[in-house]
Every structure is written in C-alpha cells, then in structure tokens.
C-alpha cells in the first residue's frame, strides 16, 4: 500500500511521525532539564540558608553550653519557616542532633555524610533521612582558630521539589502541543503544496515518467532545448545538439553547470530568439551549416485553481527541425522547373523555325532552308560545347542553358564565359547549383526589370586552385546601405511571393561559408550598371588513397 501512496502523503507521514518523535524528545529533556535547574536552585537555597546560619555566633555560642537544643531548636524552627526549608538539623561533630523538625529525633545520630564538613568544607547532597530523600547542604560551624565546634544542615524534601517540578508541567505542555501543533500544519501545508506540484504523482510513477520523457526526449528526430528565465540552457537533446553544433549533454546532471546562452556558439539570430523568450512558430534561421525550422513557446507549471494565480512560467522550450535537405531539394526541383520551362521555349522556338523551313521547302528555296537549319544548329551546339568543355559537369551546364533558355524568354541576353581546365577538385555539385542557380536567378530578375540593354554576363573560370564565378547584371544595382543586409533571410528588393522572399541569397551565403570560400559585391557603374557578385571558392583536397600515404 504505501508504494501507491504519493509524495505529498509519504512527505506528510513521514514528517508527522517525526514531528511527534521530536516533541517527544524535546518534551522529556525539557522536563528533565526542569527538574535538575530546580533541584540546583534547591541546593543553591539550602547552602545561603545552611552557610547563613553556621556564621551566626548565636549557634557557636550555644555549642559551648551544656543544653545546646534549649537555644537552637526554637531558633532552628523560626528559620525553617521564614526560609521555607524542610528541616534545619544542627548537630555536633559526633553526629548528635542537638535540633530537628520532629522532638524526638533530637538527641539521635544525623544520618548523611559529614567527612566533608569536618575537614571544614560545605557541600550539598541528595540523600534518604528521617524525612525521605531530600536535597540538603551541610556547612561547618568553626570558631576562631578554624575547628569545627558543629555542624548545620539544611535541607528540602524531594517530594516538595517533585511538587515545583509539576507546577511547570502544563507550560511544557503548552510548548510540546505548539510544537506539535506547528509542525502538523507545517507537514500538511508542505504536503498539500508537493501534491499540487506533482499532480498526486509517487516517486516510483514520476522516476516511470522521467524515464518515458528522457527516453523520448532522445529518440526524437526533431532537436528540443529548454531555457531557464535566468538564460541558462537547462538541457536540449542529441539531435539540438547536432543540428546547433553543440558538446553532447545529457537531460541529468546538477542544473547549476548549465551553460549560459552567451557562451554557447549559436548563430546571431537562433541566439536573439532563445534570448527574448518569445512565441515562434515555424520561423526559419540559418546557420553556417544548415537551414533550420524552430518553434518556440513558454514552458509552464501545472494549471492553478480558478480563481488563483497564474501558472508559473518556468522558462522556454524550443523544438528544432532541419530544413537543410528540403531546401537542396527545393533548389534542385526549381532547377528542374527551369529546364522544363526551357524545353517548352526550345520546343516553342524549335516548332517555330521548323515551321520556317517547311515553308522555305514548300516554296522551293532548299539551299535557304539547309542553310537556316545549319546556322540554328552550330549556334546551340556552340553554346553546349562551351559549357560543357570548360565545366565538364552535365548539371551545372544543363542549368546554365536553362537560365539561359529562362533569359532569352524573358528577353533578357545571358552572356557566358568559361575558361580554365575542367572544374575539378571535389567541390559538391549541390552547393554550386546553390550558388549559380540562385546568383543567375537574382541577377536576371534584376536585368528583366532594367531598360535595354537587358544583359547578365556570367564568368566562370575553373582551376587546381578552385573555382572563380562573377554574375554581372545590367539592372538598377544595389544600394550601398543595403549591402549587409542582402543575405540576411528575409530581406528582399522584390515583391513577396506566395512562399516569401530573401532565402537566395542568404543560401549561397551559407554555402560559401560552407566551403570555406570568399564573396564581394559591388555596383559596377557605367553603362550596364547592375550589381556585380565575385565568389572564389576554394578547390577541396581530395582524399589520398591507401598506396599513395606509403
């Protein structure tokens, strides 16, 4: 049964158990404590009193004469009374009585040490006597010269004492039930606050829980971060840790070695959204390694009772997803569209020019149509050569001759260069279909908007030392005061599209990082105006084999 009950009640019991325990405790020594400072204060009383009454020279006096009790005893029971002692026995060195509460006990021995008060000293003692067990101080009675003539003591009884002791029984009491009391109401209120904290829940289902949630929490694919108000980063999963360049760090461990948000190497804009704390949904960021989808909310505490505070907001959690391959699809599907649309102009142009040279036939000029027909064959032929001797890549060079096919459509005059040996050095074909399909993109949407002449020229000059790639175009150019801002995501010159705008450029901005590459942008002026991208890139080591490391 206990191991159903919850912690809040397990808390409760156990704190109330030792709650009585303590009172327990605390209770006895209190009354212990009582009654040893009572029998103290007792002997402290009966050594003023005996010490007092072995000074007077009256009892010395009375000593010295031949019936020492006609003098003492009346003296000794004033003293008695006024001194509110049980008895007051003065008695000589041999022991004998010469005062005591009852006549006839007078003339008898004392009963009690009285070595010490012999060898002059006054000492106190609980011991049994005619009266029962009392609490008595003996003192000396010297003369001039030091010898003792006699011997007082005087002494309370023990039940008097045990009588004083109960008198202060209720105010202990009084204490042990506040205590009691105090820490009943201390157990409950701590008790009804943990089942509210943890919804009734006992350790063994919340270590269940804890376990279920660690063991999600790393199975996910998506990346998950939790963030503390204070801007620590409590805990985030393998997958976060992946996708933000993070060490490993597991859900455990004491939250006071998380890091700060400050100390982590995350991406300006990932670090501003973590920072403020804010609701995101579906907001993209780039990093120098990918592309990134977080959604980000408050993480808050059980729901309050109605009509209560708020619930507490405990910090925020961030759930992380990579996007990076959707895009390179994106970008590889846009480069399909681009040439199939370029195959529905060829095939538009194409059925055009043949149309001309079935007419040219029809009329009977077949030296004009074969001519016709060759020149419009050496000019397409030409531009593939080109591409595909310099490049020596059928990717990029078919994506070249569709921007290609893209511009003329639009009217616009793609001039292209290539030169160098073929492009080697294990650059990957993703990233530079990246960076030429959304450089030539950009720069023949900025030539179709410009006055004549509409021109985009592309230079692309491949060697061992890597790749050098210039896009010119003839549009309106950028403004200087933008140029820090053209590949920051979300910046655009042109009108939103249905699926937004500024991810281009902020792209082949993350895949020149990527390759450790280089990029200036500048207005080239004149004539043809247009803004000017120069990218380098530098060729990548290929891997030595097996033989060639002997």
């Keep these: 049964m206990i191991h159903r009950w919850s912690i809040a009640r397990r808390l409760f019991v156990a704190n109330l158990l030792f709650v009585l325990a303590l009172t327990a405790i605390v209770g006895t020594a209190a009354f212990v404590d009582a009654r040893d400072r009572t029998y103290d204060e007792a002997g402290?009383?009966?050594?003023?009193?005996?010490?007092?009454?072995?000074?007077?020279?009256?009892?010395?006096?009375?000593?010295?004469?031949?019936?020492?009790?006609?003098?003492?005893?009346?003296?000794?029971?004033?003293?008695m009374g006024d001194a509110r002692a049980d008895f007051i026995t003065i008695m000589a060195p041999d022991r004998t009585r010469w005062t005591h509460p009852l006549d006839e006990e007078l003339g008898q021995p004392y009963i009690g040490s009285i070595s010490e008060a012999l060898d002059g000293r006054v000492f106190t003692e609980i011991t049994a006597g005619t009266l029962g067990p009392s609490v008595r101080t003996i003192a000396p009675v010297k003369d001039a010269s030091g010898s003792v003539k006699a011997l007082v003591a005087a002494g309370v009884t023990v039940r008097n004492i045990d009588v004083a002791v109960a008198g202060r029984i209720p105010a202990l009491l009084v204490i042990a039930g506040g205590l009691l009391l105090g820490g009943s109401l201390t157990s409950w209120l701590l008790g009804r606050y943990l089942r509210r904290v943890t919804r009734g829940w006992g350790p063994e289902q919340l270590a269940q829980l804890f376990a279920y949630y660690e063991s999600v929490l790393h199975s996910v694919?998506?990346?998950?971060?939790?963030?503390?108000?204070?801007?620590?980063?409590?805990?985030?999963?393998?997958?976060?840790?992946?996708?933000?360049?993070?060490?490993?760090?597991?859900s455990g461990g004491d939250q006071a070695d998380a890091p700060f948000?400050?100390?982590?190497?995350?991406?300006?804009?990932?670090?501003?959204?973590?920072?403020?704390?804010?609701?995101?949904?579906?907001?993209?960021?780039?990093?120098?390694?990918?592309?990134?989808?977080?959604?980000?909310?408050?993480?808050?505490?059980?729901?309050?009772?109605?009509?209560?505070?708020?619930?507490?907001v405990f910090g925020t959690v961030a759930t992380i997803r990579d996007r990076t391959e959707i895009e390179s699809l994106g970008t590889e599907l846009e480069s399909m569209r681009t040439l199939s649309?370029?195959?529905?102009?060829?095939?538009?142009?194409?059925?055009?020019?043949?149309?001309?040279?079935?007419?040219?036939?029809?009329?009977?000029?077949?030296?004009?149509?074969?001519?016709?027909?060759?020149?419009?064959?050496?000019?397409?032929?030409?531009?593939?050569?080109?591409?595909?001797?310099?490049?020596?890549?059928?990717?990029?060079?078919?994506?070249?001759?569709?921007?290609?096919?893209?511009?003329?459509?639009?009217?616009?005059?793609?001039?292209?260069?290539?030169?160098?040996?073929?492009?080697?050095?294990?650059?990957?074909?993703?990233?530079?279909?990246?960076?030429?399909g959304n450089l030539l993109d950009?720069?023949?949407?900025?030539?179709?908007?410009?006055?004549?002449?509409?021109?985009?020229?592309?230079?692309?000059?491949?060697?061992?030392?890597?790749?050098?790639?210039?896009?010119?175009?003839?549009?309106?150019?950028?403004?200087?005061?933008?140029?820090?801002?053209?590949?920051?995501y979300g910046f655009s010159t042109k009108k939103a599209g249905p699926f937004g705008r500024g991810l281009g450029l902020a792209l082949v901005k993350q895949a020149v990082q990527r390759l450790a590459g280089t990029m200036t942008i500048t207005n080239a002026g004149g004539t043809n105006g247009g803004a000017c991208f120069h990218i380098v890139l530098p060729a990548a080591v290929p891997p030595r084999l097996p033989e060639e490391q002997e």
Aim: without cysteine; negative net charge; proline residues 6%.
């Design 442 to 488: 950009n720069a023949i949407d900025a030539a179709a908007d410009a006055p004549a002449p509409k021109r985009v020229t592309l230079t692309v000059d491949s060697g061992s030392g890597g790749l050098d790639i210039t896009v010119q175009d003839s549009g309106k150019g950028i403004d200087p005061k933008s140029v820090d801002d053209v590949f920051r």
């Design 44 to 79: 402290r009383r009966m050594t003023a009193v005996a010490v007092s009454i072995a000074d007077n020279p009256l009892v010395l006096q009375a000593a010295a004469s031949s019936d020492p009790s006609a003098t003492l005893q009346p003296y000794a029971r004033r003293v």
């Design 221 to 250: 694919r998506e990346g998950v971060i939790l963030i503390d108000p204070r801007g620590r980063v409590v805990m985030y999963n393998d997958q976060a840790a992946e996708l933000l360049g993070l060490a490993p760090r597991g």
């Design 261 to 312: 948000l400050a100390d982590l190497p995350l991406a300006p804009s990932l670090k501003n959204l973590f920072d403020s704390g804010r609701t995101a949904l579906d907001e993209i960021h780039l990093t120098d390694s990918g592309v990134l989808v977080v959604n980000q909310g408050p993480a808050v505490g059980p729901d309050s009772p109605a009509g209560r505070q708020r619930p507490a």
């Design 341 to 436: 649309g370029a195959l529905r102009a060829q095939t538009h142009e194409h059925a055009n020019r043949l149309h001309t040279m079935v007419s040219l036939l029809e009329l009977g000029r077949t030296g004009e149509a074969l001519e016709f027909a060759t020149k419009d064959l050496e000019l397409s032929q030409q531009l593939t050569d080109d591409m595909v001797s310099s490049v020596q890549e059928p990717v990029l060079s078919a994506l070249v001759m569709g921007k290609a096919a893209e511009a003329h459509e639009r009217g616009v005059e793609l001039v292209v260069d290539a030169s160098g040996p073929a492009l080697t050095g294990g650059l990957a074909v993703q990233d530079l279909v990246t960076v030429l």
